[in-house]
């Protein structure tokens, strides 16, 4: 019987050095755990946070060595990727990117979970522990050349954060947050799942190159099987669901207000920038790679769920007076335009490499990227202004912060222009590619629709602004029923914190003013999307 | 010298910069000079990049400067820079220069306001924007300073937050130029597509080659633009409700700056309308046209000495558009600079006005200031002419070049403009009538003044009559007890004799000498005494009551009279003295000498205040812009090719695409007289209503004129009703109707998914029938092909 085993099952030819970051993210969960349980609770101060900010930048310093290894390959043979544990994980450029913007999420979350748990009382190192994790199952879904790997790291993923979700023990809204985003979450994964099955059932394959070529076999022969090809739509249409679902996209979006409004603020923060771009990048990987070649049935649902989305978004923004649950739907509009930049990056034959599918994948990089660190600064605001129990979010508990707290104010302004779009900021920079891709793609109706949604949604960060800065001098009426409302607890911004919005605000306006501050790195990532099926 | 242009923009940004920072340290007069310094900086700098352009060549006259190169994506590549050419340097020469006096102004104005600094900010930072729009070498910049200027005016509209009015108006200011901001958006992505290029110099050259099909559109969606933000039909409204912000910010944005770029948009892309069918164009000029019309008609409605000037401005952008539609883009920008100078004199004085009244703005309550505030009037006057087109002020140089031009395009539109001008000198010679000439209205009595004092009297008089009714009450009760007091007296007389009677014959029965005889007589003695004791009480008692009954008709004549008092007081309110709702000059002063003593708080406090001439630091700039107002037409005299020094100078910026005229110049001096005698026709008709009373102004101030403001009412109640409610419906259906549809599933539904509800009842549940429901839409629509 060992024997049988031993001839039996190859173990694939590993190669560790490639998959560091991977590791270090989930080990470093593991092992935070283990160390903090040998001290006693009240002693481990804040440990746990920095731990996991070193975890992630190590993990993260273990890219660019990468990224050389992966170019000096394409230098001999022509092709920017390797592959990993059997081909079920694709180490190249768009990995690493995605890599890096989840480390950097996972960094930036620490810092501002860290005064968030000591201000609530929560101190624990698990909830550091769950965030690394998720982060690892980011990044094995980024990576999926399988889609079992990639619904192993979509759960990897999910889980952890419907636990986070609810780490607020003594708020309901949290408990409810999480049981809601818990029970529907593990809906779409069935869904999900289910589509894993079909798709695998119709093709015979779960690898994505796999999939890829059945399709190619069908279409050699001519007509494609009916039978086959609708079991294939159907998987294909679970998947798209399960992805839809995770990326916030309407109308699969209804979870985000409520777990939005409920859920910790900092965790919130890391569901808006980390869980967003991990859950796009599996879709892109997946449908632009494993799918492409039936994107003429697919792409026009992405279409359409875009336009829904945008729509949605940053309409129903527009009459929330709670700003954790306005920043659901701008995360839902900003879901729109991301789903816009994936619409572009298709090939549609047109034109070669540079084409607008070049505008597209990059478009939908860049966006992902400067999306993830404007949330997490406002976020970072959002944390500060929640004060104890994290209950004040409503806009009103905004008004002339810019007299009470000058530097929080003017901070948090350029962070909500970055997200309105005004331009000098990576939002502009952002909206405007994506827009530009679609136009070159010449899909003018989403591209109006796009601007239509900056149009309506700048009215609502705006208010926000003009709460903070023209509302003060307010009436004594509303001084008072603040202070009634025992509003008087003073606006505390911890140096952490501090830390993160400044990161977030420097990197938010540099961007917006050197759009080529990524460099060849993103145009590599974008690259290696386009060029996946090549 | 032409490498300064930077600095033009860099100034006021500076100075924006520098209050952000020490703004709260500075004491209040010091941030208003620091701003004001900046912005005289600015115009120094403009000074010297326009002696630079001007020393060159004309066709040399375009020069670039580029700060540094923005890549936003891939192959669009736009550069922060600076487009130097006599077009923008026009702009910015009276953009700096209006800005500064209008800065210096509200060092006056905003004398004591507690977010005196902030103001300046705020004034600084559009300025900024609005020389980024003009100076930006490409659309995205210009779109920077639009969205700039745009931001500004809504938090200077909505200064003085305060009142709920204001931020709205900030608010509808904000949402009508988002509709603009579209236009513009889509505009410059289709130039983007076509041209390959949104800088203002690859247009230039490209835009003749460009489809014509694309040239109308990318026309019609930046006609959009400039609707919104030069208040143009059908996006004017925001413009009169601005007038709530502080009084420069209405000159500065109103007046001199902002809404004119709207027109300045067109001009800049004139190679494009160029390019463009021909009745996309024409649309431009009708759209100016019936706006100028429609918002003359509403100005002579307005009783808001702001407001006036609010519908004067949307009336004279309509000129300016009905210029470029025309391609009379030199007349346009002719008329554009002088309308800065005279308006934002015109509003600077308004400003004056209000400052001095004590914060009034309405017309029907100034009158006859002339004397006290002899700059302000003067200044005032000048502007006024100037506005109504009577020659040598600037406005008749101006508005005469645009009429001429018009005509030759088309002599309807011709027709139109000229009634507008008619309007004009009419409603402005109103204005200046109801403010600085005739008897002296600010002291009268307010007609709710009036009613108050009414109710203070009838309140006193109803007291008096409540006391006689009280006082009949109880005299009619003192008659009552008084005439029963007479009844018992009367017994007690009756009862006396009968003792009387009885004690005479039992003492006539009795003999003396019999036993108890004397105490008999004792007691016929002592009867005797009771009766004439009796009867004085009943005398007495008789005199009370006849009192009573005295006091009783005393009391019913009280009764009567307090009633006729009241009845008085009413007849007195029927015949009040009538406030003027349509005053002229000559119009009664309200007689309240009947009442005075009643009248309230705010009409005693009047009587203290002194309305009095600005401080030098608002009068100046009125002064300097009024030489501005009369003396502007010398930039383009029409009498020899020479003498037109803004034609010359523009041309380098036109491309050719100026409309030359082929109108004689017989024609020209008709056309010229034409227009002087309409102004005058109109003025002596304002004269003779307002002036002289030869007409009641009610027969001429019809609220039919006010087609612009029910316009703007019905926007505004469709925006504020079903507008809103349309995003409430929007949020409602995200949550509610989609819910209820999922509940509406019929139970089939739920019973197969019956696990869902062993979770939690209600929104989960439902939450998870709408993911299911939408992921058969979505399978359905992937399997589309097996059905279509």
Known sequence: ?534 | MLEAAWLIPALPLTGFLLLVLFGRKLAEPVAGWLATAMMAASFVATVVVFLGLSGREPADRFFLQTIFTWVPAGSFQVDIGFLVDPLSITMSLFITGIGTLIHLYSIGYMHGDPNFSKFFLYLNLFAASMLLLVLGDNLLLTFLGWEGVGLCSYFLISFWFTSDSNASAGKKAFVTNRVGDFGFMLAMFLLFREIGSIRYADIIVGAPGLAIGAATTITLLMLLAATAKSAQIPLFVWLPDAMAGPTPVSALIHAATMVTSGVYLLVRLNPVLGAAEAWSVTLIAWVGALTALAAALAAVVQTDIKKVLAYSTISQLGYLFMAVGVGAYVPAMFHMITHAFFKALLFLGSGSVIHGLDDEQDMRRMGGLAKLMPITAGTFIVGWLAIAGVPPFSGFWSKDEILLYVFDQSPLLWFVGLVTALLTAFYMTRQVILTFFGRQRFFDAHESEIQAAFVTKLEVVNQGFGEARTAVDTSKLAIEKAASDVAKREEGVVTAQLALEEATLAVSGSSPEAEGHEKLVKALNKASKGVPKAESVLTKALAKATEAHQGLQAAEAALVDTAAARRGIEDQRLAAPEVATHPTALSPKPDVSGFEDAMPQSYRDRQEYHPHESPWTMTLPLVVLAGLAFAGGLLNLPFAKNLKFLETWLEPSLFGNERHIGVTTGTKWILAVIAIAVALVAIAAAFAVYLRARRSPASLERSEFGLAVSYDEAIANVAGGPGKRGFDVAAMFDRTVVDGAVNAVPTAVRSAAGWIRLLQPGLVRSYGVMVVLGTGAVTLLLLRSLFL
């Open chain 1, 1 to 534: 019987m060992n024997t049988l085993f031993a001839q039996e099952a190859q173990i694939p030819d590993i190669e560790w050095s490639l998959i560091w970051p991977l590791l270090i993210l989930s080990l470093a969960g593991v092992i935070l755990i283990t160390i903090t349980s040998l001290v006693p609770r009240t002693r481990t101060g804040s440990f746990p946070a920095a731990f996991t900010a070193a975890s992630a930048i190590t993990a993260a310093m273990f890219i660019p060595s990468t990224v050389a290894r992966v170019n000096d390959q394409q230098l001999v043979n022509g092709r920017a990727e390797f592959y990993v544990l059997a081909r079920s994980i694709a180490v190249d450029n768009f990995t690493l990117f995605i890599t890096g913007v989840i480390c950097l999420a996972v960094a930036m979350s620490a810092f501002l979970l860290d005064d968030y748990l000591r201000r609530e009382g929560l101190e624990s190192p698990e909830w550091y522990a769950l965030l690394m994790l998720s982060a690892s199952g980011g990044v094995l879904l980024a990576s999926a050349e399988d889609l079992i790997v990639a619904f192993v790291g979509l759960e990897i993923l999910s889980i952890a954060v419907y636990v986070l979700a609810a780490l607020h023990l003594r708020r309901s809204e949290s408990q409810e947050a999480g049981f809601k985003y818990f029970v529907l979450g593990a809906l779409s994964s069935a869904i999900f799942l289910y589509g894993i099955a079909l798709v695998y059932g119709a093709t015979g394959s779960t690898n994505l190159r796999g999939i890829n070529d059945s399709m190619f076999a069908v279409n050699d022969r001519g007509l494609v099987p009916a039978q086959d090809s609708s079991l294939l739509l159907v998987g294909i249409a679970f998947m798209l669901v399960g992805f839809a679902f995770k990326v916030s996209a309407a109308p699969f979006h209804i979870w985000t207000p409520d777990v939005y409004q409920g859920a910790p603020s900092p965790v919130v923060g890391f569901m808006a920038s980390g869980v967003k771009v991990a859950a796009f990048a599996g879709f892109l990987r997946v449908f632009l790679y494993g799918f492409s070649d039936l994107q003429e049935e697919w792409l026009p649902i992405v279409a359409a769920l875009a336009v829904i989305t945008l729509v949605v978004g940053s309409f129903v923004a527009v009459v929330q007076t709670n700003i954790k649950r306005m920043m659901a739907y701008s995360s839902i509009t900003h879901a729109g335009f991301m789903l816009i930049g994936l619409h572009s990056a298709t090939k549609d034959g047109l034109g070669g490499s540079g084409g607008p599918e070049i505008l597209g994948s990059s478009a939908i990089l860049f966006y992902l990227f400067s999306y993830s660190v404007m949330v997490l600064g406002t976020f970072a605001v959002i944390t500060v202004m929640g004060r104890t129990g994290d209950g004040q979010h409503s806009i009103d508990s905004y008004r002339a912060l810019a007299r009470s707290q000058p530097l929080l104010a003017g901070l948090f302004v350029v962070l909500l222009f970055a997200q309105a779009g005004i331009p000098f900021t990576s939002g502009f920079v952002a909206k405007f590619r994506v827009i530009l891709a679609a136009s070159e793609d010449q899909n003018y109706v989403l591209a109006g629709v796009a601007m239509l949604a900056a149009v309506v949604g700048a009215y609502l960060y705006l208010r926000v602004v003009v709460a903070m800065f023209l509302e003060d001098e307010t009436d004594d009426a509303v001084d008072v029923a603040a202070a009634d409302a025992g509003d008087s607890e003073p606006i505390d911004v911890p140096p952490a914190v501090l830390t993160v919005l400044v990161i977030s605000v420097v990197v938010t306006l540099a961007l917006g003013v050197l759009p080529d501050l990524g460099g060849s790195f993103l145009d590599n990532a974008a690259a290696t999307l386009t060029q996946l099926r090549d």
